[in-house]
């Protein structure tokens, strides 16, 4: 079980907007710590989308956008496109533990 | 462009041992930390552990998963860190990846990732 939880799933038609939420805790997002969000295409290594808990590497489109309050974060994804069907990771940094943590993954599905 | 490669996945039988490495290049290496990362298949991310830079006397961390079995170390004059897994088991098997933190921050990000190499534990 991740020390983060997203949906496993969350789905949405062409040109819809969906929303993936990232819970943590009060030794980790609740802390203070950045959330950043990646996402994965199967098979491929995970690529920077957000960082920052609301900023954009420069060519993601500004579909993506990100927030972050109290113990929480959302990834918002806009105008959903056939290509944006993948998956998509939260990770943080978890004071407890003393180390990073990921979220467990949610699939976006388009349909 | 900055750029990590995974060398060193293959086939280790239970109880094995296998030694990972990941080469950097475009970025001052010696200036920075190096992250682990595996995931299993169809599985989520996982995060095993760091080494920072010799600057801050090349500490590293590990998750509680592979504390005591896994090594982070790291050869500057070689732009290399390495992975040493001892004591694996089927449930080390995944994809494993190293990465760059854009600082020494626990609010870090990682950015970029290498492409992975895997490790199938299995008898």
């Known amino acids: 079980q991740s020390v983060l939880t997203q949906p496993p799933s969350v789905s949405g038609a062409p040109g819809q907007r969906v929303t993936i939420s990232c819970t943590g805790s009060?030794?980790?997002?609740?802390?203070?710590?950045?959330v950043h969000w990646y996402q994965q295409v199967p098979g491929t290594a995970p690529k920077l989308l957000i960082y920052?808990?609301?900023n954009r590497p420069s060519g993601v489109p500004d579909r993506f956008s990100g927030s972050k309050s109290g113990t929480s974060a959302s990834l918002d994804i806009s105008g959903l496109q056939a290509e944006d069907e993948v998956d998509y990771y939260c990770q943080s940094y978890d004071s407890s533990l003393s180390g990073w943590v990921f979220g467990g993954g949610t699939k976006l599905t388009v349909l | 462009e900055v750029q990590l490669v995974e060398s060193g996945g293959g086939l280790v039988q239970p109880g094995g041992s296998l030694k990972l490495s990941c080469a950097a290049s475009g970025f001052t290496f010696s200036g920075s930390a190096i992250h682990w990362v595996r995931q299993a298949s169809g599985k989520g991310l996982e995060w095993l552990g760091h080494?920072?830079?010799?600057?801050?006397?090349?500490?590293?961390a590990y998750a509680a998963s592979v504390k005591g079995r896994f090594t982070i170390s790291r050869d500057d004059s070689k732009n290399t860190a390495y992975l040493q897994m001892n004591s694996l088991k089927t449930e080390d098997t995944a994809v494993y990846y190293c990465?760059?933190?854009?600082?020494?921050?626990?609010?870090?990000?990682?950015?970029?990732w290498g492409q992975g190499t895997l490790v199938t534990v299995s008898s």
């Open positions: 080494i920072r830079s010799k600057a801050n006397n090349y500490a590293t």
């Open positions: 009060s030794s980790n997002i609740g802390a203070g710590y950045d």
């Open positions: 920052g808990n609301s």
């Open positions: 990465s760059k933190p854009d600082s020494d921050s626990s609010s870090s990000k990682f950015d970029p």
